[in-house]
């Protein structure tokens, strides 16, 4: 499973993307302002990892062993789905989801945002 470090390293290679600690130290990783990953809540060194995804992929997932609807943000029905527990995702499926989830929240900016941040081709 993944770590707090291959997790920042690879959202922070994410274009754009800016990381904050919040709601109780989370990593917590943006693009425009705009959540696309949270990284926190654990006791180990593998932190429950939250993403947000297509409702396809959200209804595929929901009901995997180690995943779940991720709590409050799908409650509120976001499409927001946590790793939480094994065997949940390996790593390179867990980085495809958290680099759609990126897609989706730039998909979310202004036009004038995106160029701004160089992000029109995403």
């Not at 693009?31 to 429950?48: E, L, N």
């Not at 995997?64 to 499409?79: D, E, F, I, N, V």
């Not at 527990?85 to 979310?108: C, F, M, T, W």
Request: glycine share 10%; charged share 25%; proline share 5%.
């Amino acid at each position: 499973m993944m770590t707090y470090d291959d997790y920042d390293a690879f959202c922070a290679s994410l274009p754009a993307a800016s990381r904050v600690v919040q709601w109780g130290g989370a990593h917590v990783w943006k693009v425009g302002g705009k959540v696309f990953a949270i990284g926190g809540w654990s006791k180990g060194d593998t932190p429950f990892v939250t993403f947000k995804c297509s409702e396809i992929a959200f209804e595929m997932l929901k009901e995997q062993p180690g995943l779940r609807p991720a709590p409050y943000l799908a409650a509120r029905g976001g499409k927001w789905i946590q790793m939480y527990d094994e065997p949940g995702l390996n790593n390179e499926d867990l980085q495809l989801y958290i680099a759609a989830s990126h897609r989706l929240a730039v998909h979310k900016l202004t036009r004038k945002l995106r160029a701004e941040l160089k992000l029109e081709d995403i």
